[in-house]
């Protein structure tokens, strides 16, 4: 069955450091999503993505974060600096359509120190 | 915002009790979905609802959806230690304009079964 894959599905990083989550989602959907879970709270919408742009975006989606889908098959979300605050689990999502299931990836748990 | 609130938040029975989950908002959503998240992996949907007082079965889980399309409660009989888990709610709006599917999701009920 297809899936949705995120890598890598731990990553630390230094406060103020540059990280990149990248995702694969399913090859014939065209809606793509991040969402984050801090640990303990619920998930998150950070941001949708279609037509290769951002469609709708949450207030935690602040200039520090960025998304592309540079070629066609990988779904990326960069946070330029990351803070203490971002440490979370985040999950890439994608859909053929913004009525259908969506379907999670594994999540990728990003670790700020 | 539009939330949703899930209750109970943690529950712990023993195998073959019954448990009831609720999830409420102010909000009329357009559908409500329940997910089942396993830890380390992402959230796995279980049951999409789409019409006011919509009832539907998955062996053991029953999800009805309130007639109002406002809650949503999950069901579930004889509660077996496999049924462990994060049990999430997610709903997307009917809010006007263009809807590209985001979800808002409620806190989740933390279900443990035990033997």
């Known amino acids: 069955e297809p899936e949705v894959t995120q890598t890598p599905s731990h990553q630390v990083t230094q406060m103020g450091q540059e990280v990149i989550l990248r995702c694969v989602p399913i090859s014939n959907h065209l809606y793509f999503y991040w969402y984050r879970q801090i640990l303990g709270q619920k998930v998150e919408f950070l941001v949708s993505?279609?037509?290769?742009?951002?469609?709708?975006k949450s207030e935690i989606f602040d200039d520090q974060f960025s998304v592309e889908r540079p070629d066609g098959s990988n779904f990326t979300l960069k946070i330029r600096s990351t803070k203490l605050e971002d440490s979370a689990m985040y999950f890439c999502a994608s859909t053929l359509g913004p009525k259908n299931i969506q379907y999670f990836g594994a999540g990728t748990r990003l670790s700020v120190l | 915002t539009q939330l949703l609130e899930q209750s109970p938040q943690f529950l712990s029975i023993q195998e073959g009790e019954n448990l009831t989950v609720y999830c409420n908002s102010s909000s009329v959503f357009s559908s409500l979905q329940w997910y089942r998240q396993e830890p380390g992996e992402g959230p796995v949907l279980l049951v999409t609802?789409?019409?006011?007082?919509e009832v539907k079965k998955l062996k053991r889980l029953t999800f009805q959806f309130g007639d109002a399309r406002k809650d949503s409660s999950l069901h579930i009989t004889a509660a077996q230690p496999g049924d462990t888990g994060l049990y999430l709610c997610?709903?997307?709006?009917?809010?006007?304009?263009?809807?590209?599917?985001?979800?808002?999701f409620g806190q989740g009920t933390i279900l443990t079964v035990h033997p």
């Open positions: 609802v789409v019409t006011g007082g």
């Open positions: 993505f279609y037509n290769n742009e951002i469609s709708e």
């Open positions: 997610a709903a997307r709006s009917t809010a006007g304009g263009t809807s590209y599917g985001k979800l808002t």
